[in-house]
C-alpha cells in the first residue's frame, strides 16, 4: 500500500516530473539535431567543432535519376537533398535509356546549390509519323499553353487558308486528334499561292492568333479564332487603316496598339466598337507593350542625329531609359521576375544590351533620379532579345555569339555556339535554348553546356513541345526528297514511354 504513504508518494511525483523533464530535453535536443541537420549543419570529427555544410538540391525530368558525384554514386535518385562538404564537385545525373547530365559547381559553407531543372533526353527516341505534307509547311504556330499546333495545308484550299490543328494533349493516345480548319472566305484580301502567313502573337485565351498576311500590293493584320474561325477579324477592313505594325492590348483582342510609320504614331484602336484613338505617343521608331499600362518604346524625338531614347509610358507619364545609337533594329522588352520588373533595351549598333531592375523607382526616386543599368550585356551588332518562358534568363543573340544573365543567380554568360545555326536559338523552356544545325535540333542549357542532337528536323526553331514536355513534334524531311513528315518525338524512354509506344 506505497500509494498511501505520503512520502512514497511524493518521492514517485518527483520521479515521474523528473522523467518527463529528462524525455523533454531527449525530444528538445533531438528537434534541434534534426534542424540543424536539415540546414546542413554537422560535427568535425576531428576538431568536435560544429560546422556547418552546404546544401545540394536535385531533381529532373524524367524524375528517378542516379545521383553522381565527382563520379561516386550517392545512392540516391532525383529528387533529393543532400549535405556535402565545401569543395568543387561535378554533378551527373544518369538513367537508363537517357543521356547522362553533368555540370561543375562549387559549393561554400552555409551555401545551397539548386539543379532542379536538368532534362534527360533519350538516346533512341521513339517516333511516329503523324500526317506527310506534299511540300514544307510555310507557317505553322502553336498556342501559349502547348495544346494546340497550327501546321498550314496549302494541299486543301487554294482559296484561302487552310490549317491542321493537332491536338497535342492527345498524343499517347493511339490516333491524335487532328482536325482541319480554315480562314473564311473574304477574310484575306488578295490571297494568292505567293501569300505569306506571320505570327505576331497569341492571345492568352489560346484560342485567337494575331497574323500578318503580306500579298502582292500590301499586307494586313487578321485576328484569327480558331475555335470560331467565322468570327475571325480583318484588321484592316474593320478599322479602315493600313497599319505597319499591330500588337495585343494585355495579351487580349478587345483592343489593339496601332502602329503607324509613316506619322511614327502610336494609338489604341477598340474592336468591339470599331473605334481608332487619337494618338498617345508620337515620334515612336518601335514600340513593345507589357500588360494593360506599359509600353516601352524608341524615339529619335529632341535627339541628335545618329542617336535615340529607349523610354517607358506609364499609363499617361514618360520615363527616359538610356540613350544609344540609332540602328536598323532595336531590342527592347520587358518582363517580371519574383515580383520585379526587368527592361532591356538596346540596338543592333550598340557594342551592348542594358537590363534594368525596377527602373521607374529609380526614376521617380529623387536621390536617384535616373535608370541605372543592373547589368550590360556585351553582344555587338545583336538582333534578337528575349526572356526566357519563366523569366529568369534574358538572352541576347547575335549569330552564332550569345549573351545571357541569370536574373535569380545574378550571373551572366557569354560564349560562341561553334555549330552553325540556320536561325536564331529560341528558348525551349525556362532553362533551355533550341534551334536547328546542319538540318538537325540542338538543344543546350542556358550556358552553352549538355548540348544534345535530338533529330532530324526542317524547323528553323527545332520543333514544338507539347505542355508536359513529353512529346516533340517537328516537321522531317521524307525519303522521297520532296515531301516532309510532321513527327511525334517521344521525350521519354523505357518504363517512362506510355504503354502505347513501349
Do not use: C
Not at 512520502?7 to 523528473?18: D, W
Not at 524524375?63 to 568543387?88: C, M, V
Not at 473605334?275 to 507589357?290: E, G, R, S
Not at 524625338?301 to 531609359?321: C, D, F, I, M, T
Amino acid at each position: 500500500m506505497d500509494f498511501l504513504d505520503p512520502k512514497k508518494r511524493r518521492a514517485y511525483h518527483i520521479q515521474l516530473i523528473i522523467g518527463y523533464v529528462l524525455v523533454a530535453i531527449v525530444i528538445g535536443l533531438a528537434t534541434v539535431i534534426i534542424v540543424y541537420g536539415a540546414n546542413g549543419y554537422g560535427i568535425n570529427t576531428k576538431t568536435g567543432q560544429i560546422v556547418q555544410n552546404g546544401l545540394l538540391f536535385t531533381d529532373s525530368k524524367p524524375g528517378g535519376a542516379e545521383i553522381y558525384l565527382n563520379n561516386h554514386d550517392q545512392n540516391a535518385k532525383t529528387a533529393s537533398r543532400l549535405i556535402l562538404n565545401s569543395g568543387n564537385y561535378n554533378l551527373t545525373l544518369k538513367k537508363t535509356g537517357y543521356h547522362d547530365w553533368s555540370r561543375n559547381f562549387t559549393l561554400s559553407e552555409q551555401s545551397i546549390a539548386r539543379y532542379v531543372y536538368p532534362f534527360l533526353f533519350p538516346l533512341k527516341p521513339v517516333t511516329n509519323s503523324l500526317k506527310t505534307y506534299d511540300n514544307l509547311p510555310s507557317f505553322t504556330s502553336q498556342s501559349p499553353d502547348r495544346r494546340w499546333l497550327l501546321v498550314q495545308n496549302t494541299a486543301t484550299s487554294t482559296k484561302t487558308v487552310a490549317f491542321d490543328e493537332y491536338d497535342t494533349s492527345t498524343l499517347d493516345q493511339t490516333s491524335p486528334t487532328i482536325t482541319s480548319i480554315e480562314i473564311p472566305v473574304g477574310i484575306l484580301s488578295n490571297y494568292s499561292v505567293d501569300s505569306k502567313l506571320s505570327e505576331i502573337e497569341w492571345s492568352t485565351d489560346n484560342q485567337h492568333l494575331l497574323l500578318k498576311h503580306d500579298f502582292s500590293g500590301g499586307n494586313e493584320f487578321i485576328i484569327f479564332d480558331r475555335a470560331h474561325p467565322e468570327q475571325s477579324i480583318n484588321v484592316n477592313i474593320l478599322l479602315g487603316i493600313t497599319p505597319t505594325q499591330v500588337s495585343l492590348h494585355d495579351k487580349k483582342t478587345d483592343q489593339l496598339y496601332i502602329f503607324n510609320q509613316t506619322d511614327a504614331t502610336l494609338q489604341l484602336a477598340d474592336v468591339g466598337a470599331k473605334t481608332l484613338a487619337q494618338p498617345f505617343l508620337k515620334h515612336v521608331l518601335a514600340f513593345k507593350p507589357y500588360g494593360k499600362d506599359l509600353v516601352t518604346y524608341v524615339t529619335d524625338s529632341g535627339e541628335p542625329a545618329g542617336k535615340v531614347e529607349a523610354r517607358v509610358w506609364s499609363n499617361g507619364p514618360s520615363y527616359k531609359l538610356n540613350e544609344f545609337e540609332a540602328g536598323n533594329t532595336y531590342l527592347i522588352d520587358a518582363a517580371e521576375f519574383q515580383g520585379h520588373f526587368y527592361y532591356a533595351d538596346g540596338s543592333d549598333k550598340t557594342d551592348r544590351i542594358n537590363v534594368y531592375k525596377d527602373p521607374l523607382s529609380d526614376i521617380k526616386d529623387p536621390t536617384i533620379g535616373k535608370a541605372l543599368p543592373t547589368i550590360s550585356l556585351r553582344d555587338p551588332g545583336a538582333t534578337k532579345l528575349k526572356f526566357s518562358e519563366n523569366t529568369r534568363f534574358i538572352g541576347v543573340e547575335s549569330g552564332q555569339n550569345l549573351a545571357i544573365y541569370d536574373i535569380e543567380g545574378q550571373t551572366s554568360y557569354s560564349y560562341t555556339v561553334s555549330e552553325p545555326l540556320s536561325g536564331n536559338l529560341d528558348w525551349m523552356d525556362g532553362h533551355r535554348l533550341i534551334g536547328q544545325t546542319n538540318g538537325n535540333i540542338l538543344v543546350m542549357d542556358y550556358d552553352g553546356i549538355n548540348k544534345q542532337s535530338i533529330g532530324t528536323t526542317a524547323l528553323s526553331n527545332g520543333g514544338f513541345f507539347d505542355r508536359n514536355y513529353n512529346n516533340l513534334l517537328t516537321l522531317v524531311p521524307a525519303s522521297d526528297g520532296t515531301s516532309f513528315a510532321l513527327k511525334d518525338i517521344d521525350m521519354r524512354a523505357g518504363t517512362d514511354l506510355p504503354k502505347a509506344k513501349q
